[in-house]
């Protein structure tokens, strides 16, 4: 039993280390476009333009005008809301998959010519830095106008 035991703490020990370990903090705005977040705690690691919270509440009020485009705005507004406000608990936080990000490209193809200073998608939304498995779970939620 205890050589049982013993394997299963090297096992999630080595998850442990492979997996990024991300400062948790206490979320300032308990909103994301309107929509309450039912969680206390977030990371500003996954949202590489941002160095604190009041960073990150400026570059979403920057997206926010794509909230006209109804068919991007249904799919962005949730992949925002996971990179730039993950829930994080632990030390863990997760990202949103890659078909989540992959869903917002083409009905926000603006995106590509909408950044006057260097177009396309910043490299932090990068569809292939996220997660290929969703496991069954991608953010949706009703949309904030």
Do not use: H
């Not at 926010?64 to 507004?77: D, H, S």
């Not at 910043?122 to 991608?138: H, I, K, Q, S």
């Amino acid at each position: 039993m205890n050589y049982l035991y013993f394997i299963f703490l090297s096992c999630v020990t080595i998850y442990r280390t492979k997996a990024r370990i991300y400062t948790c903090e206490p979320i300032q705005d308990r909103t994301c476009f309107g929509k309450p977040l039912d969680y206390r705690y977030t990371t500003t690691e996954l949202a590489e333009d941002s160095k604190n919270q009041e960073e990150i509440k400026k570059r979403l009020n920057e997206w926010y005008g794509l909230r006209f485009l109804p068919k991007c705005w249904q799919v962005l507004q949730p992949f925002l809301c996971d990179v730039y406000k993950p829930n994080c608990v632990n030390g863990t936080a997760e990202p949103p998959c890659r078909d989540q990000c992959l869903a917002t490209r083409k009905p926000c193809s603006v995106v590509e010519t909408f950044r006057k200073d260097n177009p396309g998608w910043p490299d932090f939304l990068n569809c292939e830095r996220f997660p290929a498995n969703c496991n069954g779970t991608v953010s949706l939620f009703v949309l904030s106008m």
